[in-house]
Structure formats: C-alpha cells, structure tokens
C-alpha cells in the first residue's frame, strides 16, 4: 500500500535554530515528491517539486532532497514567518497527489 | 499565474441543505480537478477527480450522490454536498493540476463547511 509518513509530527524551533523536516515514502512508480507550505485555514501553497534521487531544490530558507525512500525539507536559521504545516505528498502515474498528515513547525522570536 | 479560486471560504448550514463550493481557475485551463476533504490535525484525503465535460470518478467510501461534483467547462469545477450533516463538517479544497510545469498541482484557499 502507498504510504507517506512525515516526521515529526510538530516541531518548536527558536528563530535561528535550523532543522529538518522527514517525509518517508514506500510508493511504486513515483513521478515526483511534493513539498508544500499550509497556514490555518488556507489550502496548501507549493514549495518545491523533486523527481529523482539525489535532486535538491532551494528557496529561501527552505531546501529540499531526495532520496529513494525519503526526503528532507531542511529549514536554515528560520524565522517566526515560517511557523506553519508542511506538507508532504508523492504523485504516482496517472493518480493526484497522496499526502502525508504534515509536520507543524512553530518558530519563536 | 496558475491561481485556483474557491468560494465560500467558509460556510455555515442547517443539516439538511445543500452547499455549492466553486473553484475557478483563473489564468490557465483546467482539464482536470480533484476535490480533498481535511479534518483538523490530518491529511488532505482524496475524494474524488473530475475531468472537464465527463463524470466524475470518486475515491472508495466516499458517496457520489451525497458528493456531486460537476465540470462542465475548463475553468469552473462545483462540489454540493446534497442534504449535509454534522458529520460532514469538515475543510474542503480543491486542486488543479497546471500542465507539466514545476509548479505540479496549485490549490485554492479552501472551504470550511460547518453544519449545524
């Protein structure tokens, strides 16, 4: 069964403070590994889209990897702004999006 | 570019109504759209996928006579949730696919329905 499991489920951060964010994946046939970024009450907003091992994408603050069974969101000296859910999902051929119930990142000033 | 518009962002309706959720996408079109329910602290599940001018095709356990969902032009994609209880309170978003660039799948702002 397809599965998508983020870790940890919640994370407090000092501002500064980097860390990673997990997203572990068993799917057959991937094609392509989603990072989003969801405040309260707002649909997701798209990060980084990564297709195959060993890509990594940056934006901001924000990096993302990929391996084969999973990949890392890694977040550099955060700032309170970035408090908010992200969102892990996986695309397999001809299907939308699986997620992942996301990691709630709270940063303190 | 590439924006999803969903309205209501929030709606509140006596058990036993009906509510229409719209998403319309602004600048691109959508061929095809899919419809995600969320609870609070969970992931976005899956309800069903539309394609533009042909039915729907629903995820397993979720009822198509309760859900409808029509897409009957490349911008526009409705949801009514059809004689709706508490239990279907819930946050509702909905998605497009934007061609093959990166930006993959571009959500809208969601719906949070509540039944009283």
């Known amino acids: 069964e397809d599965q998508v499991t983020q870790s940890p489920e919640a994370l407090r951060l000092q501002e500064g403070e980097s860390s990673s964010l997990n997203c572990s994946y068993t799917?057959?046939?991937?094609?392509?590994l989603f990072w989003y970024r969801q405040d309260p009450g707002k649909g997701p907003e798209f990060l980084f889209t990564?297709?195959?091992a060993g890509e990594e994408k940056e934006k901001e603050r924000l990096k993302a990897t990929l391996t084969k069974k999973e990949s890392f969101l890694h977040i550099t000296a955060p700032k309170p702004e970035d408090s908010a859910t992200y969102l892990c999902?996986?695309?397999?051929?001809?299907?939308?999006?699986?997620f992942g119930k996301g990691t709630t990142l709270s940063v303190s000033s | 570019g590439a924006v999803v518009s969903q309205h209501p962002s929030w709606v509140i309706c006596k058990s036993g109504t009906s509510v229409k959720i719209e998403c319309r996408s602004l600048?691109?079109?959508?061929?095809?759209m899919f419809w995600y329910r969320q609870f609070p602290k969970q992931s976005l599940m899956l309800m069903a996928t539309?394609?533009?001018?042909?039915?729907?095709?629903?995820e397993q356990g979720v009822e198509k006579d309760k859900f409808l969902i029509n897409h009957a032009s490349l911008t526009l994609s409705t949801l009514t949730v059809t004689s709706a209880h508490p239990e279907d309170s819930s946050f509702y978003i909905c998605?497009?696919?934007?061609?093959?660039?990166?930006?993959?799948?571009?959500f809208g702002s969601g719906t949070r329905l509540t039944v009283v």
């Open positions: 600048d691109f079109q959508a061929t095809t």
């Open positions: 999902a996986v695309r397999k051929a001809g299907t939308a999006l699986i």
């Open positions: 990564l297709y195959s």
């Open positions: 799917v057959s046939g991937l094609r392509g």
């Open positions: 998605s497009a696919r934007v061609g093959v660039s990166n930006y993959g799948y571009t």
């Open positions: 539309s394609n533009e001018g042909s039915k729907a095709t629903y």
